[in-house]
Structure formats: structure tokens, C-alpha cells
T-cell receptor, first 111, second 116 residues
Framework: LAKTTQPISMDSYEGQEVNITCSHN???????ITWYQQFPSQGPRFIIQ???TKVTNEVASLFIPADRKSSTLSLPRVSLSDTAVYYC????????????FGKGTRLHILP | GAVVSQHPSRVICKSGTSVKIECRSL??????MFWYRQFPKKSLMLMAT?????????EQGVEKDKFLINHASLTLSTLTVTSAHPEDSSFYIC????????????FGEGSRLTVL
């Protein structure tokens, strides 16, 4: 399972765009990249998933360069409620591989 | 999306007692479920992978006789913390992959265990 590396923490202000980058140098051909958000005392919840190039949904965008060794989660116009821990995971969706969480990025949004 | 529910959300018990935590997939069949433990301000640590109808696969360092996992049906997995001690106090979270597996993990709300 590919190991991921993210910044431990980030601060930003309300209304700003926030980009969190994740490194996954050993990503395998069949691996997808998935990002989760976790609030205190809650289970993580899915944000976005992608394989290559760019994926966008109603809450975020995910940018993946051609070599797929990194990915960037982009949160447009953050609000205080986006303060959470964000985890980047890589894994093969065609198999029920065990999912190992990295340390995640603790995002703190300031007013 | 698929819903995973955990019960209880909070439990307090005395040292030496056993506690059972249930994890249910409400609207899908979960062939595989994962159990995690999370300490304050730390990441989720995988404890075991639970497959319906077979024995769970435990991660290194996780005592299988202390953390009993049963996945008797496609919608229910249980984690029993046996002879709980204060150091077992933690936030326990289950998750499941959907059918078909889209790569998305569906997480329960978590269960906070406090052992006195």
C-alpha cells in the first residue's frame, strides 16, 4: 500500500482557497487517490476521489499530475466549518485492500 | 451514499469488564469491514480487517484475544474489548467498502470507550 506524506498542519482564513498537497511516490498503477475529512469525535467522511488529471465535485477539486506521485486537494472559499483533519489515501479499488491512514493534515480556518 | 452505523456512540465501563461495539451497514452489504482505533489528536490506526464468514485479520501488535471481532453477516460486524483496562480507552471506528467496491470507505460515527 502506497505511503502518503502530507503537511502536518495548515492555517488559512475564511473565504480563501486552500490547497493541500499529498505525496505518494510509490503509487501503483491500479491505485486511486481518495481524500477524507474528519471532524473531532466523528468518523471520516469521503470528499473526493480520482485517478489522474482533475476531478471536481460540489465541495472540492482534486488535481493529479501525469506522474501521479502527488495530488492536491483544493477547497474553494473555505469557511470556519472546514476546520478539520484531511487525509489522503491511495489504494486499489478493485481489491479490498486494507486502508492505512497517514498522519493527515490539520487545517485550521481563522475568521 | 451508503450508511454505516455504530452503537453505542459512547460507553463507560469499569476495568475488567467487556464491551461490545456494533457496526452495521444499513443499506448495503459489506463483505469487508475495517476496525480502527484513534487516540486524541492522532490518526486512525487499523486494528483488523473483518471479512464476513471468516476470521478477522489483525494488524501486528493488536491482540486478537483482547479485541474479538465477529462478522457473522453481511451487514453486521462486532468488536468486543475483553477485560478492558484504562489504556483501552479510545475512539473506535468501523468502516466498510460498498458493493460493488468503488474505492470509497464508508465510516461509522465512532464509539468512544472510557474505561474507569
Amino acid at each position: 500500500l502506497a505511503k502518503t506524506t502530507q503537511p502536518i498542519s495548515m492555517d488559512s482564513y475564511e473565504g480563501q482557497e486552500v490547497n493541500i498537497t499529498c505525496s505518494h511516490n510509490n503509487i501503483a498503477t491500479n491505485d486511486y487517490i481518495t481524500w477524507y475529512q474528519q471532524f473531532p469525535s466523528q468518523g471520516p467522511r469521503f470528499i473526493i476521489q480520482g485517478y489522474k488529471t482533475k476531478v471536481t465535485n460540489e465541495v472540492a477539486s482534486l488535481f493529479i499530475p501525469a506522474d501521479r506521485k502527488s495530488s492536491t486537494l483544493s477547497l474553494p472559499r473555505v469557511s470556519l466549518s472546514d476546520t478539520a483533519v484531511y487525509y489522503c489515501l491511495v489504494g486499489d479499488m478493485d481489491r479490498d485492500d486494507k486502508i492505512i491512514f497517514g498522519k493527515g493534515t490539520r487545517l485550521h480556518i481563522l475568521p | 451514499g451508503a450508511v454505516v452505523s455504530q452503537h453505542p456512540s459512547r460507553v463507560i465501563c469499569k476495568s475488567g469488564t467487556s464491551v461490545k461495539i456494533e457496526c452495521r451497514s444499513l443499506d448495503f452489504q459489506a463483505t469487508t469491514m475495517f476496525w480502527y482505533r484513534q487516540f486524541p489528536k492522532k490518526s486512525l490506526m487499523l486494528m483488523a480487517t473483518s471479512n464476513e464468514g471468516s476470521k478477522a485479520t489483525y494488524e501486528q501488535g493488536v491482540e486478537k484475544d483482547k479485541f474479538l471481532i465477529n462478522h457473522a453477516s453481511l451487514t453486521l460486524s462486532t468488536l468486543t474489548v475483553t477485560s478492558a483496562h484504562p489504556e483501552d480507552s479510545s475512539f473506535y471506528i468501523c468502516s466498510a467498502t460498498g458493493t460493488p467496491n468503488t474505492g470509497e470507505l464508508f465510516f461509522g460515527e465512532g464509539s468512544r470507550l472510557t474505561v474507569l
